[in-house]
């Protein structure tokens, strides 16, 4: 789950104060190592130097004993025996650790001998010590303080902008409340960008709630105002049939103007129901799959007048469906218009089961490209003296998955399409 601002930025903190010790303290601690080295080396080359201008005035210039500092000197040619067994066999000219000793030599060369420094470094070394711990404990709660400071300073500027994104996080798309991200409920403190930022929100809030308002208007206004003169169609042709002096041919057709008047409300009941709030159910009622799918297929038997296609229905234990009938309809409808607009010799065989409807056709097929775009609003492809506007398969899909019942196609060109309806629940 993706971290919120504020904690991101008390992490960064952290982590800025956890890498500014460790670069303070190693700082510190070879800072104290390189003035140790230094402090020492001065202090022992002076007392040399001290030595060889006393033994440049008299050969028998005394050798410095102190309590922390004893000299030895060693004649140009002279054997070493009169050093400590430690000092035996240190070359390096200058300053040197000797193993297993906590003193330290300072070895200086001349013409007339060499002249050995054993120097004892306790008090150096205890006093770099706690003045180095003493500079590391300031250093660390300076900076520790600092980083506090400067972390609750960010927070109080940021808490203004995580209050807003908590305020649109729970806003609902059908009602935002544009007073959630008004000023006077803002925590700490409000910048220029916070105003501009809350401002945007509550126009975004005022638009996005007038947009839901005209949707529902118009949901509201269309369910009536297309279905009206739909139902004066339908009481006009119903009582021209019901006349014993309407010729035959008139006859056929008003009832063709009856059948597309019924298509043509099942589409608009289709796109009320895709234009409806999902939380919002459609009517539904329990009916059997056959009753639909037998009367889709008599819809479109004379779309194969003039064609030498057979069209068959097989019911494997077609089930009863808790739903708006008129919406498996224009799904059903939809898809054996297809396969009879795109068939012209062959086979149309319709399979009911329990869990899928499926629309097997022997017609031109449909190409990889083709298959991939087949449900997208106005696809088209070039197929050449075909009628269709491009929507059907974008509608049934939309409708499959809004019901929870979705549509699958598989296509081999010039040899047929087979569409699945499945009930998965």
């Known amino acids: 789950m993706p971290q919120g601002l504020p904690r991101k930025i008390k992490l960064a903190f952290i982590a800025q104060a956890l890498i500014g010790s460790i670069v303070i303290t190693l700082g510190i601690g070879l800072a104290g190592f390189a003035v140790r080295n230094l402090v020492l080396e001065q202090r022992m080359q002076r007392e040399a130097d001290a030595f060889w201008a006393g033994y440049a005035r008299n050969p028998q210039h005394p050798l410095p004993i102190t309590s922390t500092t004893v000299g030895y000197f060693v004649a140009a040619g002279a054997s070493e025996e009169a050093l400590p067994a430690a000092a035996?066999?240190?070359?390096?000219?200058?300053?040197?650790?000797?193993?297993?000793?906590?003193?330290?030599?300072?070895?200086?060369?001349?013409?007339?001998?060499?002249?050995?420094?054993?120097?004892?470094?306790?008090?150096?070394?205890?006093?770099?010590?706690?003045?180095?711990?003493?500079?590391?404990l300031l250093s660390l709660l300076t900076m520790y303080f600092i980083s506090w400071l400067t972390y609750r300073n960010t927070k109080r500027l940021v808490?203004?902008?995580?209050?807003?994104?908590?305020?649109?996080?729970?806003?609902?798309?059908?009602?935002?409340?544009?007073a959630a991200v008004s000023l006077e409920d803002l925590p700490g403190e409000i910048g220029s960008e916070v105003l501009q930022l809350s401002?945007?929100?509550?126009?975004?809030?005022?638009?996005?709630?007038?947009?839901?308002?005209?949707?529902?208007?118009?949901?509201?206004?269309?369910?009536?105002?297309?279905?009206?003169?739909?139902?004066?169609?339908?009481?006009?042709?119903?009582l021209m049939l019901g006349d014993p002096e309407t010729p035959v041919r008139a006859q056929r057709s008003?009832?063709?103007?009856?059948?597309?008047?019924?298509?043509?409300?099942?589409?608009?009941?289709?796109?009320?129901?895709?234009?409806?709030?999902?939380?919002?159910?459609?009517?539904?009622?329990?009916f059997p799959v056959?009753?639909?799918?037998?009367?889709?297929?008599?819809?479109?038997?004379?779309?194969?007048?003039?064609?030498?296609v057979e069209l068959s229905v097989t019911d494997d234990g077609a089930p009863r469906l808790l739903a708006p009938p008129h919406v498996l309809s224009v799904m059903v409808g939809?898809?054996?218009?297809?396969?009879?607009?795109?068939?012209?010799?062959?086979?149309?065989?319709?399979?009911?089961?329990?869990?899928?409807?499926?629309?097997?056709?022997?017609?031109?097929?449909m190409s990889a490209e083709t298959l991939n775009r087949a449900f997208d609003p106005f696809y088209r492809a070039d197929f050449s003296g075909v009628d269709g506007k491009g929507m059907g398969l974008s509608i049934v899909r939309r409708l499959g998955e809004r019901f929870g019942w979705p549509v699958q196609l598989s296509s081999v060109p010039g040899q047929g399409t087979v569409a699945v309806i499945r009930f998965n629940r």
Do not use: C
């Open 254 to 286: 008003l009832a063709r103007v009856q059948r597309a008047g019924r298509d043509m409300e099942a589409v608009i009941d289709a796109f009320l129901i895709l234009a409806r709030e999902a939380e919002v159910a459609p009517q539904s009622e329990e």
């Open 334 to 365: 939809n898809l054996l218009s297809n396969a009879v607009r795109f068939t012209d010799s062959g086979r149309i065989e319709v399979r009911l089961a329990r869990d899928r409807i499926e629309i097997r056709d022997t017609g031109i097929g």
């Open 88 to 136: 035996r066999g240190v070359v390096r000219q200058g300053m040197n650790e000797l193993p297993g000793d906590e003193r330290v030599m300072l070895v200086d060369r001349r013409k007339a001998g060499t002249f050995y420094l054993l120097y004892s470094s306790e008090l150096i070394d205890e006093a770099i010590v706690f003045t180095g711990l003493g500079s590391l």
């Open 159 to 178: 808490t203004p902008v995580n209050r807003l994104a908590a305020a649109v996080a729970h806003w609902d798309p059908r009602d935002p409340r544009a």
């Open 290 to 308: 056959r009753e639909i799918v037998d009367h889709e297929v008599e819809r479109v038997r004379p779309m194969l007048t003039g064609k030498e």
């Open 199 to 238: 401002a945007a929100l509550r126009g975004l809030a005022q638009r996005l709630g007038d947009f839901v308002q005209r949707e529902r208007d118009f949901t509201r206004d269309a369910s009536h105002e297309l279905r009206t003169p739909l139902t004066v169609i339908r009481v006009a042709t119903d």
